[in-house]
């Protein structure tokens, strides 16, 4: 069993920050990628932002230059940097992670609960 639990959404104002964090566990041999999507009501959900297990990074043009997706692999852990938010950001953002159980080889998609943010005045 493998859980991805997010945290850090909340609502902010219009240019300021955000910091969402996604720790994986359970039965873990490995992960290779891990990313954020993000999904408003009645739309597709979407990438934002992808990271591979050696730090290779690739970002939604909407997104490029204001958020920054990093990982620690020793804690299984994702993390989006997002500033200067703007009111289109505003949506359920959900962690996704490509993670190999121990019984190997083939790896499994998982996603976490979703969290929202909110960019309002």
């Known amino acids: 069993q493998v859980h991805l639990v997010e945290s850090g959404g909340g609502l902010v104002q219009p240019g300021g920050s955000l910091r969402l964090s996604c720790a994986a566990s359970?039965?873990?041999?490995?992960?290779?990628?891990m990313g954020w999507y993000r999904q408003a009501p009645g739309q597709q959900r979407e990438l934002v932002a992808a990271?591979?297990?050696?730090?290779?990074?690739n970002y939604a043009d909407s997104v490029k230059g204001r958020f920054t997706i990093s990982r620690d692999n020793a804690k299984n852990t994702v993390y989006l940097q997002m500033n200067s938010l703007k009111p289109e950001d505003t949506d359920v953002y959900y962690c996704?992670?490509?993670?190999?159980?121990?019984?190997?080889?083939?790896?499994?998609?998982?996603w976490g609960q979703g969290t929202q943010v909110t960019v309002s005045s």
């Open positions: 359970g039965s873990i041999s490995s992960i290779n990628a």
């Open positions: 996704n992670a490509d993670i190999v159980p121990p019984y190997g080889p083939l790896a499994y998609d998982y």
């Open positions: 990271i591979t297990s050696g730090g290779s990074t």
